[in-house]
């Protein structure tokens, strides 16, 4: 990107474009006649009066060609843009919407309710204590009444907030979703010694990471380690822990955001384990999730081997229906088989998803017959198959098979009732798209 001076000019074939200062500001303003092409004006014929050319022949439509350059400094990408592109024709960018997001809910903010107000201060007696405040607050359905609550009872001499106070204030901020104004008194908070508690700090975090805000929510937790005062009640516990889990894992949306945020789960792990905190059967789906999600499944394996020797916290239906997921998502099919056997003799059910990743890997495995066993298994079972894996096993089926064979069981699906109308005729236009007029003769029920 080119940046010029105050006086400078641009220079073209024949042509030079001049910057005026400010006192002469009509002079920034060119003729088109001095830097557009010009063509021969229609109105005189071929071969007479030459010199005379002009952009249009109709002055009055000069106006909305002239070309002004900004007296002040100003960087050109181009020497100048068409003329007629008044408006770009591109999609707004992430942050041009994050911003005029943000700008409407400034400008949509709700004002403060006065009549409500000063009907919860006459609730207040002359010398209340933080229990009276809170109680108030607590029976008040705006959160703006509650927050202008606070900051005035803040303000009071001989008054100071303690644990419910902040606690019920936070807890209406927080459902309200107003994050900006929580994360103000959550500042106040923290600037105060000696005050808190695990459900107070455990609820902060939670709120944090619902608005996306992880640092905080780690400072916050940092604040609670942070305390070596043996007195203090708000060392961080198994739930604080869960909930950084839980935030953790539903942040990433691919295997390499899932794979930066699986480090810090695991140092938190550590940590946790380190600090004398036994995990429990969430804290170890939780990694077993995390190993699985970043595609590291022996890790996920060996944390499931692990459960209940040496973390006496056997596994559950959701161990199994992540292990088996993530095994089936790397063609492990043996192994995820062997996992399902064992699930059953422990009498859990697999869930949708395990089954659907069975079926799917069998069938692209070339175990055709035995995906199909498993799918009438899972439709016994009250698991509804997805269309992804009807259409995964009608294809290998066909591709392996033979096309009647494809659509006898796609003719069977109809006749157990296990797909509508509309996933019949997807189905059937997927076999009539691949496999052409082989399919003629099947029967038109349904259409």
Same mark, same amino acid.
Request: aromatic share 12%.
């Given at each position: 990107?080119?940046?010029? $001076?105050?006086?400078?000019?641009?220079?073209y074939?024949?042509?030079?474009?001049?910057?005026?200062?400010?006192s002469?500001?009509?002079?920034?303003?060119?003729?088109?006649?001095?830097?557009?092409?010009?063509?021969?004006? +229609?109105?005189?014929?071929?071969?007479?009066?030459?010199?005379?050319?002009?952009?249009?022949?109709?002055?009055?439509? /000069?106006?909305?060609?002239?070309?002004?350059?900004?007296t002040?400094?100003?960087?050109?990408?181009?020497?100048?843009?068409?003329?007629?592109?008044?408006?770009?024709?591109?999609? +707004?960018?992430?942050?041009?919407?994050?911003?005029?997001?943000?700008?409407?809910?400034k400008?949509?903010k709700?004002?403060?309710?006065?009549?409500?107000?000063?009907?919860a201060?006459s609730?207040?007696?002359?010398?209340?204590?933080?229990e009276?405040?809170?109680?108030?607050?607590?029976?008040?359905?705006?959160?703006?009444?509650?927050?202008?609550?606070?900051?005035?009872a803040?303000?009071?001499?001989?008054?100071?907030?303690?644990?419910?106070?902040?606690?019920?204030?936070?807890?209406?901020?927080?459902?309200?979703?107003?994050?900006?104004?929580?994360?103000?008194?959550?500042?106040?908070?923290l600037?105060? +010694?000696?005050?808190?508690?695990?459900?107070?700090?455990?609820?902060?975090?939670?709120?944090f990471?619902?608005?996306? *805000?992880?640092?905080?929510?780690?400072?916050?937790?940092?604040?609670?380690?942070?305390?070596?005062?043996?007195?203090?009640?708000?060392?961080?516990s198994?739930?604080?822990?869960?909930?950084?889990?839980?935030?953790?894992?539903?942040? $990433?949306?691919?295997?390499?955001?899932?794979?930066?945020?699986?480090?810090?789960?695991?140092?938190?792990?550590?940590?946790? @384990?380190?600090?004398?905190?036994?995990?429990?059967?969430?804290?170890?789906?939780?990694?077993?999730?995390?190993?699985v999600?970043? /595609?590291?499944?022996?890790?996920?394996?060996?944390?499931?081997?692990?459960?209940?020797?040496i973390?006496?916290? +056997?596994?559950?239906a959701?161990?199994?229906?992540?292990?088996?997921?993530?095994?089936?998502?790397?063609?492990?099919?043996?192994?995820? *088989?062997?996992?399902?056997?064992?699930?059953?003799? *422990?009498?859990?059910?697999?869930?949708?998803?395990?089954?659907?990743?069975?079926?799917?890997?069998?069938?692209?495995? $070339?175990e055709?017959?035995?995906?199909?066993?498993?799918?009438?298994?899972?439709?016994?079972?009250?698991?509804?198959?997805?269309?992804?894996?009807?259409?995964?096993?009608?294809?290998?089926i066909?591709?392996?098979?033979?096309?009647?064979? $494809?659509?006898?069981?796609?003719?069977?699906?109809?006749?157990?009732?296990? @797909?509508?109308?509309?996933?019949?005729?997807?189905?059937?236009?997927?076999?009539?798209d691949?496999?052409?007029?082989?399919?003629?003769?099947?029967?038109?029920?349904?259409?």
């Amino acid at each position: 990107m080119l940046s010029f $001076g105050r006086n400078c000019c641009f220079k073209y074939p024949g042509t030079y474009f001049r910057r005026g200062n400010a006192s002469n500001h009509t002079n920034t303003i060119l003729s088109t006649n001095s830097f557009c092409p010009k063509f021969p004006d +229609p109105n005189y014929p071929f071969g007479k009066n030459p010199r005379s050319t002009h952009f249009f022949h109709h002055a009055h439509k /000069l106006d909305l060609f002239l070309f002004q350059i900004n007296t002040s400094y100003t960087q050109f990408p181009i020497p100048f843009a068409p003329f007629n592109s008044h408006y770009s024709t591109k999609a +707004p960018s992430r942050s041009y919407q994050r911003r005029a997001r943000k700008r409407l809910l400034k400008s949509s903010k709700p004002t403060l309710d006065q009549a409500q107000f000063q009907l919860a201060l006459s609730q207040l007696p002359p010398r209340f204590t933080p229990e009276e405040l809170c109680n108030v607050i607590a029976r008040q359905n705006d959160p703006l009444v509650c927050l202008e609550l606070f900051h005035w009872a803040s303000q009071q001499p001989r008054f100071r907030h303690d644990v419910s106070t902040f606690h019920i204030t936070i807890k209406k901020l927080g459902a309200a979703k107003m994050y900006q104004e929580m994360d103000d008194i959550v500042n106040q908070l923290l600037a105060v +010694p000696l005050i808190g508690s695990e459900a107070l700090f455990n609820m902060v975090i939670y709120y944090f990471t619902q608005a996306r *805000k992880l640092t905080r929510a780690v400072n916050v937790f940092k604040h609670m380690k942070s305390r070596r005062n043996l007195n203090c009640f708000f060392r961080p516990s198994i739930r604080t822990y869960n909930i950084l889990f839980a935030a953790f894992l539903g942040r $990433g949306s691919n295997s390499y955001i899932n794979h930066v945020y699986m480090e810090t789960i695991r140092c938190l792990f550590r940590q946790m @384990v380190k600090d004398g905190i036994k995990p429990d059967i969430f804290s170890l789906n939780s990694m077993i999730k995390g190993y699985v999600l970043s /595609l590291h499944v022996n890790d996920a394996l060996r944390i499931f081997h692990q459960m209940g020797v040496i973390y006496d916290c +056997p596994p559950n239906a959701l161990t199994y229906d992540c292990l088996i997921h993530g095994l089936c998502a790397q063609g492990r099919t043996n192994n995820a *088989k062997e996992l399902y056997s064992e699930m059953k003799t *422990k009498g859990f059910v697999p869930s949708s998803k395990s089954y659907n990743s069975l079926v799917n890997s069998l069938a692209l495995g $070339g175990e055709i017959e035995e995906a199909v066993n498993y799918l009438w298994e899972m439709t016994d079972k009250q698991r509804s198959a997805d269309f992804i894996t009807y259409k995964t096993v009608l294809d290998e089926i066909c591709r392996r098979g033979t096309v009647q064979e $494809g659509t006898r069981f796609l003719q069977e699906l109809q006749e157990k009732d296990l @797909v509508d109308g509309h996933a019949y005729r997807k189905l059937l236009y997927v076999l009539e798209d691949d496999y052409g007029n082989s399919v003629s003769r099947i029967d038109s029920v349904g259409l």
